[in-house]
């Protein structure tokens, strides 16, 4: 069945409230141009709800002003086509005009989990982020909400907004979704050359090994340095490397990271002019 596409928050909402009460809603906020990854979390999501609402809305408050906001990729039909296959009942597809209306000026911000990672190289990224999600959720409301491990601490600064603003919704992560040689599906992979794509996979693999060793009992600053050079000699331009407690996200060094403390090893690193991330859990 082709979802019905919602276009407006007004229509949103009447969408959402003319719903029979004892019904849970699914909801799966993205910026389109979908692929297998956003495909599995929405399958999952489709078994654990009775209605599933994705968003497709390119959020203009999350780009700082050098990035790729009018270049990321815009694919609504062949997203409508696969959000039909994943069993979607509902896409909510705005306009920036009604998401931000001339004079809007109210953020939400977390302050804590955004200090670190990606926060300082992309500034206002993730009050974009947690203010759009937070719009999202106010207009849908979800029971149940996933996100993907992909943007590892977009999920972790998006549960702690939940957490501190008492939202009423479950908030789940999905495992990273990737391609057979290891390289994590992107909507940005398709600006790698053909050369980068080859160079791509050893951003995740040098993840591994990082990973490896420091479960082995390296130091975290050796290990972290190793692989920072790696990924140089691979043409990779790193913009950080770091190994963060979970889900906390505070930077670990020295002294010895305890056994039991979870901990994420995160990625940034431009190929050319693609930035791509990626992260590995370590439990
Ligand atoms: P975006 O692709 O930025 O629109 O992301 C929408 C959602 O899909 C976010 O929760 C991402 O973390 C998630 N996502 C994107 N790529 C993947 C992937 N390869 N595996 C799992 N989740 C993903």
Known sequence: MTPTIIKSPVEMRAWRRALAPELRVGMFPTMGALHR?????????????????????VNPTQFAPHEDLDRYPRTFDLDLRLA??????????????????????????????TQGLCGPFRPGHFRGVTTVVLKLFN??????????????????????????????LSIEALPTVREPDGLALSS???????????????????????????????????TL???????????????????VSVPDLHPLGPPPRAEN????????AYLGSTRLIDNILIS
């Open 139 to 168: 207009l849908v409301e979800p029971h149940l909400a996933y996100f993907g491990l992909k943007d590892a601490q977009q999920f972790f600064v998006l549960r702690k907004m939940v957490l501190d603003l008492n939202l009423p």
């Open 37 to 57: 990854g956003h495909a599995e979390l929405l399958h999952r999501l489709r078994e654990n709800c009775d209605r599933l609402v994705l968003s497709v809305f």
């Open 225 to 243: 340095t190793q692989a920072r050079t790696t990924l140089e000699q691979q043409g990779f331009k790193v913009q950080y490397i770091e190994c």
């Open 261 to 268: 403390q979870a901990a994420m090893i995160a990625v940034a």
């Open 188 to 222: 940005r992979n398709r600006y790698l050359s053909p050369d980068e794509r080859t160079r791509a996979p050893a951003l995740y693999a040098t993840l591994q090994t990082a990973a490896a060793s420091i479960i082995q009992g390296q130091g975290i600053e050796p």
């Open 84 to 113: 039909a296959a994943c069993g979607v009942d509902a896409i909510f597809f705005p306009d920036t005009q009604t998401m931000y209306p001339l004079g809007f000026s109210t953020y939400v911000e977390e302050t804590s989990l």
